[in-house]
């Protein structure tokens, strides 16, 4: 089993930044993907950035590019979201997700709450 744990939300006035982490431990595969998603209240859960943990390029949701960046730290299993030029429209609760890339599994963490104010 694969265990993430997000930290790192809370609450910030418009155009301020935070720093979420997900932590992973447990069960490691050779061969995966970490996406962060958000849900709004009322609202789909939605996509917000993904890389691979091999490397390569970080995908962004075009609602985010140019504020958010997604980083991983390998010896700390864990995964960031650098949040900048916060919106109130970013208020969600965010969850990192780890893909296998086998197709054999999706784990999800617990989330976090991010609250933006105007």
């Known amino acids: 089993q694969v265990q993430l744990v997000e930290s790192g939300g809370g609450l910030v006035q418009a155009g301020g930044s935070l720093r979420l982490s997900c932590a992973a431990s447990?069960?490691?595969?050779?061969?995966?993907?970490m996406h962060w998603f958000r849900q709004a209240p009322g609202k789909e859960r939605e996509f917000v950035a993904a890389?691979?943990?091999?490397?390569?390029?970080?995908y962004y949701a075009d609602s985010v590019k140019g504020r958010f960046t997604m980083s991983r730290d390998n010896a700390k299993k864990t995964v960031y979201l650098q949040m900048n030029s916060l919106k109130p429209e970013d208020t969600a609760v965010y969850y990192c997700?780890?893909?296998?890339?086998?197709?054999?599994?999706?784990?999800w963490g617990q989330g976090t709450q991010v609250t933006v104010s105007s």
């Open positions: 447990g069960r490691t595969f050779s061969s995966y993907t």
């Open positions: 890389m691979r943990w091999s490397g390569g390029s970080t």
């Open positions: 997700k780890l893909t296998r890339d086998d197709g054999l599994g999706d784990y």
